[in-house]
Nanobody
């Protein structure tokens, strides 16, 4: 199983980024997928999940309305579109196999750094 994130970087408050996660080594379309993040000095925080077909998504209140998770099962790729970014969104972002309730028991990638700063 391999999950490889990309797309992070430095962005000003109010800006946007799109993260990608290339999945391999398992049946991507057979699993819920999640994005989670870890801010400096804090624990892992679940950010979003998406069901197998991509028609159902969930978010915590902290990112709802600003972040959009989507997937392309033909390309085995998961995405996170992040708009109106805030300094408190600064974190290492990981994609993880599983839903809100199961991601902690599954594999996740090495992460991509997102820094929101002026």
């Amino acid at each position: 199983v391999q999950l490889v994130e990309s797309g992070g970087g430095l962005v000003q408050p109010g800006g946007s980024l799109r993260l990608s996660c290339a999945a391999s080594g398992f049946g991507f379309s057979n699993f819920y997928m999640s994005w989670v993040r870890q801010a400096p000095g804090k624990g892992l925080e679940w950010v979003s999940d998406i069901n197998l077909g991509g028609g159902t998504t969930r978010y915590p209140d902290s990112v709802k309305g600003r972040f959009t998770i989507f997937r392309d099962n033909a390309k085995n790729t998961l995405y996170l579109q992040m708009n109106n970014l805030k300094p408190e969104d600064t974190a290492l972002y990981y994609c993880a196999r599983g839903s809100f309730t199961t991601w902690g028991r599954g594999p996740r990638g090495q992460g991509t750094q997102v820094t929101v700063s002026s």
